[in-house]
């Protein structure tokens, strides 16, 4: 029998970072009676059929012309996850189609990629299921994604440091305790992407960053960045009569009585990514309420 | 004929290596016989031939439905039998194969000509499922080799069997010994053809795993706490998870904890399992007493309020059992949910029981709703919006099913552990060195 595809864990920036889908071949699917998946492998080895992420839907539309289609951004704290909802997913749609933004949802669904003739591709989610859930479960999936890929990134570098390629790599990597499809995945990485040390430098970064937009108050982040983001979450509120507070009138206010352009900013950021604030226009921000 | 095929038969001989010549030419002919043109006939007897090199398989890496391996192996038992196949009398050998690794069942569909002791290697063999464990078969299609004497140790040696640790039963295991404390024991009184007989069942545990236990002897002093050591238990399989028997060829001797050296104590034994990745917990059919951490992923039809049975207790529909036709029926709540967390995916089974903890419902409340506001459906829709998503830890035992591995829950949890620790921990591997912070 064939085993259930895992739903793997990744952050935004590594899923929109893949362009490299690849289908199965035929003799693949004679030996497993039709059934073998298409995969989107990632630059950092991971052959993704299935995902679980977790995050905050700030856009939703309707983008259909003949039938509904859903389109939602659903954001982590590195970017932003694309999910379209159409006909063949109604339970999708209809959820979809009655949220309220901004909301915590989780999705499991499947990786697709679009490719236009010019050859550039579009990665999205196509959703199996969705549902909403509360900031601690939106916390612990960062922390459960960032732990998952630093694993894979170790794998990775320990997979450049050896200097083999091909089936010798694979040997290696699963003879060192990774799993088959990460092996594989390496390799395939490796010859597509020739991805080197710096993108998983810069993954790293990212993980870093994710952890850090975590609930701020108890993750032993110095007590100056929550004091900041205190002091612009009162300034927001005290300048929101009900439409938002422009974003350049915010830095300017928030100079004047002391603070820089660019602390501004990281802590905009973060209350961003974090979902405590969002963007209805660009250049407004909003509280969540 | 003959003198046009053989170039083809000596191309195709040459090309697939060690294959018979014999059987390429019966293959060809056949495929003529019927006119299928030459070069389509000879593409198809390469392909069907072509994998002679084939993946080395030994006994403890079998499972079920495994095709075209090759396998060596002393013989241990061997036994001709006469049965009808297909209404024409025929003779099969059957007995015991076993490697360095463990023993397994095997049946010849040929006549090898093969004897107890013998050293073999067998090419182009397969696996079927016989009382839940994989079993050699071999027959014309496959090649036997005879391999030097010295190739495995003796049969005395191989069937000797050597002390394992819980943890390592396995398919391959027919038969073991092992040092083990029981955790649970009781008496039970059951019918076999037609005689009440005692039996004592139980949990024997050492420092790797827990398994369950059945004894058909009376087991003088043997209690909750007990070391025991037993020699030449037999294991049974059910649905990839062992269990050990004992039975009058069985020793069972009592350890004195304090003269010898036990890596366990009952504390340690009793202990709540450390959780495991479920990608881990997939590398065996079954587990027992394994615990995990994970997502629901998907809460499954087949979740909420069901009916059932009140002969067998299977699930029924519309008042009618598969069994017993049409029957009252009692009412249950069960959940049915996926389990994944990113290394691996489970199904894991609730009870009425634990499923109103999961839901935050009874199943009295969720009858009231039936009754007053929702339907049936409504119920599992409503489950699926209260869990899909949500953290949930369970501990149960594991098997695997036509459905795959399924976890049978028998306490759950909402995971609460301090995340703050693993997010500072993951910081400190993260932080490059010399970065200044405050920067």
């Known amino acids: 029998m064939v085993e259930r595809e895992i739903s793997y864990r990744l952050f935004a920036k590594e899923f929109n970072d893949s362009t490299f889908n690849i289908h199965p071949k035929s003799e693949q699917l004679n030996q497993s009676e039709g059934r073998a998946p298409n995969f989107l492998v990632t630059p950092a080895g991971l052959m993704v059929n299935r995902l679980f992420v977790v995050g905050v839907v700030t856009e939703i539309d309707n983008i259909g012309t003949e039938n509904d289609l859903w389109r939602a951004r659903v954001v982590d704290p590195t970017g932003a996850f694309i999910v379209y909802a159409g006909q063949y997913q109604p339970e999708a749609a209809v959820f979809l189609s009655t949220l309220e933004v901004p909301s915590y949802v989780s999705v499991v669904g499947k990786a697709r990629t679009f490719e236009p003739e010019d050859g550039s591709v579009f990665v999205s989610i196509r959703p199996e299921e969705m549902n909403v859930v509360d900031?601690?479960?939106?916390?612990?999936w960062i922390v459960d994604t960032a732990e998952l890929t630093l694993d894979r990134i170790n794998t990775f570098s320990d997979a450049l440091s050896s200097g083999l390629k091909g089936s010798k790599l694979n040997e290696y990597l699963i003879k060192g305790?990774?799993?088959?499809?990460?092996?594989?995945?390496?390799?395939?990485?490796?010859?597509?992407?020739?991805?080197?040390e710096g993108y998983l430098q810069g993954l790293k970064t990212a993980l870093r960053?994710?952890?850090?937009?975590?609930?701020?108050?108890?993750?032993?982040?110095?007590?100056?960045?929550?004091?900041?983001?205190?002091?612009?979450?009162?300034?927001?509120?005290?300048?929101?009569?009900?439409?938002?507070?422009?974003?350049?009138?915010?830095i300017e206010t928030a100079r004047f009585?002391?603070?820089?352009?660019?602390?501004?900013?990281?802590?905009?950021?973060?209350?961003?990514?974090?979902?405590q604030c969002y963007e209805p226009k660009i250049g407004i921000l909003k509280m969540v309420s | 004929m003959d003198y046009k095929l053989a170039p083809h038969i000596e191309e195709l001989t040459k090309a697939l290596g060690n294959t018979n010549e014999r059987v390429i030419q019966e293959e060809l002919e056949t495929l003529l016989k019927f006119r299928v043109p030459m070069d389509e006939a000879k593409r198809t007897v390469l392909r069907k031939f072509k994998s002679n090199v084939f993946p080395v398989k030994q006994i403890k890496d079998l499972s079920s439905g495994a095709k075209t391996f090759e396998i060596a192996g002393r013989i241990i038992e061997i036994e001709e039998?006469?049965?009808?196949?297909?209404?024409?009398?025929?003779?099969?050998?059957?007995g015991t194969l076993a490697d360095e690794t463990g023993t397994c069942s095997f049946t010849a569909w040929f006549d090898f000509s093969l004897k107890r002791g013998d050293a073999i290697c067998i090419k182009n063999s397969s696996t079927r499922s016989w009382h839940n464990r994989p079993e050699l078969n071999f027959g014309e299609r496959s090649e036997v080799l005879k391999l030097p004497d010295d190739a495995f140790p003796n049969v005395e040696e191989l069937t000797r069997t050597s002390p394992k640790k819980l943890h390592d039963i396995g398919y391959s295991d027919m038969s073991i010994s092992a040092v083990a404390m029981v955790v649970k024991l009781y008496h039970k009184n059951v019918k076999i053809r037609e005689r009440n007989m005692k039996i004592i069942e139980g949990v024997i545990g050492d420092d790797t795993a827990k398994l369950p236990f059945t004894s058909w002897v009376p087991l003088p002093d043997v209690d909750i706490g007990s070391v025991v050591r037993f020699d030449g238990a037999s294991v049974r399989m059910f649905r990839g998870l062992p269990s050990i028997n004992i039975n009058e060829n069985t020793s069972v001797t009592i350890?004195?904890?304090?003269?010898?050296?036990i890596p366990f104590t009952f504390e340690s034994i009793s202990q709540k399992p450390e959780p495991l990745p479920i990608g881990q917990i997939l590398l065996k059919d079954g587990l027992f007493d394994v615990a995990a951490i994970g997502n629901i992923i998907s809460v499954r039809p087949g979740s909420g309020i069901i009916q059932r049975c009140p002969v067998c207790n299977r699930v029924i529909q519309k008042n009618t059992c598969r069994v017993h036709g049409p029957t009252e029926s009692?009412?249950?709540?069960?959940?049915?949910?996926?389990?994944?967390?990113?290394?691996?995916?489970?199904?894991?089974?609730?009870?009425?029981?634990?499923?109103?903890i999961v839901y935050g419902k009874s199943m009295f409340e969720a009858e009231e709703m039936i009754r007053t506001e929702m339907s049936r459906d409504e119920i599992f829709e409503d489950m699926k919006r209260v869990l899909t998503g949500r953290y949930l830890g369970v501990r149960g035992n594991t098997s695997r099913t036509e459905f795959g591995v399924t976890l049978v829950a028998e306490s759950v949890w909402s995971p609460d552990d301090d995340i703050t620790l693993r997010v500072s921990n993951l910081l400190e591997l993260l932080e490059p060195v010399g970065e200044n912070i405050n920067g």
Do not use: W
């Open chain 2, 330 to 356: 009692f009412q249950d709540m069960r959940i049915k949910t996926i389990l994944d967390d990113g290394t691996g995916a489970v199904s894991v089974m609730l009870n009425r029981e634990l499923s109103e």
């Open chain 1, 257 to 275: 009585r002391g603070m820089s352009e660019n602390a501004v900013e990281i802590v905009v950021r973060s209350l961003l990514s974090n979902g």
């Open chain 2, 81 to 94: 039998k006469a049965i009808n196949l297909r209404g024409n009398a025929s003779t099969i050998f059957s």
């Open chain 1, 135 to 140: 900031a601690s479960i939106r916390d612990r």
């Open chain 2, 255 to 261: 350890v004195n904890p304090s003269l010898e050296e």
């Open chain 1, 177 to 196: 305790g990774a799993p088959e499809s990460l092996a594989e995945g390496i390799v395939l990485a490796f010859d597509y992407y020739h991805t080197g």
């Open chain 1, 209 to 250: 960053d994710s952890l850090k937009s975590i609930d701020l108050t108890c993750s032993g982040v110095s007590a100056f960045e929550v004091g900041n983001q205190e002091f612009i979450l009162g300034l927001m509120e005290e300048m929101d009569v009900g439409k938002g507070v422009d974003y350049g009138k915010l």
